[in-house]
C-alpha cells in the first residue's frame, strides 16, 4: 500500500503477532517502525552505508578491541544497517545474524538495501535456541553484537543468563561482545546489566550514547581492565580518524567508563584460574 503526503510516505504496512510493520519514507531517509512508534531502523536513502542511528555506531565502538574481526554474530537483523556496513567494510569477515522475525530479512533485503552476500547468512529463529545451537555446534566468533528489541524493548529470553552462559562458550579468546540495553527500561536494565556484569566480570565497559532514547553500550572482553589495556585503545580511538570505516571514536573513548571486577569477582576469578591449573 501507499500513502503519501508532501514528505511521508508508507512504503510497507505488515501485521505480524498482532504488532504492525511500517516501512515509511520522510524527508529524505527510510525507517522501520514496530507499531509506529518504536524504531528499528533508519537508514539515508542517499547514503545507505552511513549508520544513522547513533546507538549502531556506539556498538561499533566493540571494534577497539578487535579491529579486524573474521567470525561475527548479530543477534537481531532489523534492517541491516550494522550488517550492510561490516559487509561493506571488512571484506574478509563472515557474518551470521539471527532475527525472530521471520518478515524482516525479506524487508532488510528488498528495502534497506542488505545485500545478499555469501558471507551473510540469516537464520530465523529465536535468538537464545541459535544460540544454544552454536554453542553445541562449538563455533566461535570474535565479534558479537547483541541488537535484540522486540515490540516491547529488551527482549527477555535474549538478556536471560543462559543466553549469556552460551555467549561466554563461543566466544573466542580475543573476542568482544557489544550488548545494546535501554536505561529508560529500568528494572529490566538493572537485571540485564547485573547479569552481564556477573558472566563478564573481568573486563566491562559501559558506553551511554547521548540521545534521549537513553541507550547504553556494554561492552564486554575477556581480558582484564587494566591502565596498561585501556591505553591503547585510547590511541586506537583518536588514530581511528585515519581509518575505514569512517567512525569517530575519539569522542567514544572519553565517554567510555571501564567497571573493573569487584574484589569478590576478583577472588572468585583467582580460585577458578587455580582450579583449572589443578
Not at 141 to 154: E, P, S, Y
Not at 208 to 233: A, F, K
Request: charged share 15%.
Amino acid at each position: 500500500m501507499t500513502d503519501q503526503t508532501d514528505t511521508y510516505q508508507v512504503i510497507l504496512k505488515k501485521s505480524w503477532q498482532d504488532r504492525t510493520l511500517l516501512v515509511v519514507d520522510e524527508a529524505g531517509y527510510r525507517s522501520l517502525y514496530f507499531d509506529n512508534h518504536l524504531t528499528q531502523s533508519r537508514i539515508l536513502l542517499a547514503n545507505p552505508l552511513w549508520l544513522v542511528l547513533p546507538y549502531t555506531r556506539h556498538m561499533l565502538a566493540a571494534l577497539l578491541f578487535n579491529p579486524e574481526p573474521q567470525q561475527i554474530l548479530m543477534i537481531g537483523l532489523g534492517g541491516g544497517s550494522l550488517a550492510k556496513f561490516l559487509l561493506h567494510y571488512f571484506p574478509a569477515c563472515h557474518l551470521e545474524v539471527v532475527d525472530a522475525n521471520p518478515e524482516i530479512p525479506a524487508i532488510a533485503h528488498a528495502l534497506f538495501f542488505l545485500p545478499r552476500d555469501p558471507r551473510l547468512t540469516v537464520h530465523c529463529a529465536d535468538g537464545a535456541t541459535l544460540m544454544a545451537s552454536l554453542a553445541a555446534q562449538h563455533k566461535t566468533f570474535d565479534l558479537i553484537l547483541v541488537d535484540a528489541f522486540d515490540h516491547d524493548g529488551m527482549a527477555p529470553s535474549i538478556y536471560s543468563d543462559s543466553f549469556l552462559i552460551a555467549i561466554q562458550e563461543i566466544l573466542t579468546d580475543n573476542g568482544v561482545v557489544a550488548f545494546n540495553t535501554n536505561r529508560a527500561e529500568t528494572s529490566a536494565y538493572r537485571q540485564v546489566s547485573a547479569q552481564i556484569q556477573e558472566r563478564f566480570p573481568l573486563a566491562l565497559y559501559r558506553l551511554p550514547v547521548p540521545t534521549p532514547s537513553r541507550n547504553e553500550i556494554i561492552l564486554c572482553s575477556r581480558n582484564t581492565i587494566t591502565e596498561q589495556s585501556m591505553l591503547p585503545l585510547r590511541q586506537r580511538a583518536h588514530a581511528w580518524h585515519d581509518h575505514q570505516p569512517p567512525l569517530h571514536f575519539g569522542d567514544f573513548i572519553e565517554r567510555m567508563v571501564p567497571v573493573p571486577p569487584t574484589a569478590w569477582q576478583q577472588w572468585v576469578q583467582r580460585i577458578q584460574h587455580l582450579w583449572r591449573g589443578w
